[in-house]
Structure formats: structure tokens, C-alpha cells
């Protein structure tokens, strides 16, 4: 997802808050889901670990959905 507060260009006060779906918090924290990548499908061959950062609401730990897209 691009940044677009850096350069100014978006007026953020226009900007809807995003809240969680459960509890309605408006305070996310970063983690991530590892998906393992079985050394079939691997580029290299072998078994391997690969990240992908999401964020969770703070106060119940609901990921949102937009993140998970087709992620398990
Ligand atoms: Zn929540």
C-alpha cells in the first residue's frame, strides 16, 4: 500500500478513519502472518519462511479483512 501522506497530497482530515470491524477501534498495531513456502514452490529450492505485514486492532486483535485478501 503506497504512502500518500509523505508528499502532501492527501488532505487527511477528509480522510475516513479506519475502524475494526469487531469493536470499532481506531488504533492498529503492526504484525505479521508467515506463510511457509514448501521447497516445491520455494525459487530456491527449500522449505521457507515468508512475512507479510498486517495490522491487527489493538484492543480485540482483529485483523481487518482488506489485509487478508486471499491469505489464509
Ligand atoms: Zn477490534
Do not use: H, R, W
Amino acid at each position: 500500500m503506497k504512502d500518500l501522506t509523505a508528499n502532501n497530497e492527501i488532505n487527511l482530515e477528509k480522510a475516513e478513519t479506519m475502524k475494526c470491524e469487531e469493536c470499532d477501534s481506531s488504533l492498529f498495531t503492526i504484525a505479521y502472518l508467515i506463510k511457509k513456502i514448501s521447497a516445491i514452490m520455494s525459487p530456491i529450492g527449500q522449505e521457507s519462511l515468508a512475512p507479510i505485514q498486517v495490522y491487527t486492532c489493538k484492543n480485540c486483535g482483529e485483523i481487518p479483512k482488506i489485509f487478508l485478501g486471499d491469505v489464509d
